[in-house]
């Protein structure tokens, strides 16, 4: 059995900038140009600052999955990617509740999603607003399981947009 991990880490990682003169439904819409060259600017800001990510859950909206795709390139190691329906347009509390869910055994969690429950998410475990703009970062550290991730457990390390 793997051992379980006292601390926890979570990133919070909002999609690049999408490409809206496409047309294309939202759960389709690509990333635009400025977008590709956002996500590999956080790939290299997280492979810089962070250990190796476990997991990494991922909305099935084909920019969040092209950001990860883009972001996971300039890993070492790349995580176990997970597509999770549960991670398109949700709130804080159905992010909160993926998160809540996660495997005991996880140390390190990437969770790639939207707007504005993402942005929501990383100001209720903050306790103060903090902004996701596209492409942009919150990581937090988390004392206890994931079961019990409420913001009272949580700390802030890093946020902002890589620049690009």
């Not at 549960?86 to 495997?103: I, K």
């Not at 700390?155 to 620049?163: D, F, I, K, Q």
């Amino acid at each position: 059995m793997a051992e379980r991990p006292e601390r926890r880490t979570l990133v919070l990682l909002r999609h690049a900038k999408s490409d809206w003169s496409t047309g294309e439904p939202d759960p389709r819409r690509p990333l635009a140009g400025r977008g590709r060259r956002q996500a590999p600017e956080a790939g290299r800001w997280l492979a810089a600052n962070l250990d190796a990510i476990d997991l990494a859950v991922v909305s099935p909206a084909t920019r969040a999955r092209q950001t990860w795709q883009l972001a996971a390139a300039e890993l070492g190691n790349p995580p176990a990617v997970r597509v999770d329906e549960r991670a398109y347009a949700a709130d804080e509390e159905e992010l909160l509740a993926l998160v809540r869910g996660l495997d005991a055994e996880l140390g390190m969690v990437a969770l790639v999603s939207h707007n504005p429950g993402l942005e929501d998410l990383a100001s209720l475990r903050a306790g103060e607003w903090v902004a996701m703009k596209t492409s942009a970062l919150a990581v937090f550290t988390l004392s206890g399981a994931w079961a019990d991730a409420g913001p009272e457990r949580a700390t802030l390390l890093a946020s902002g947009r890589p620049p690009a």
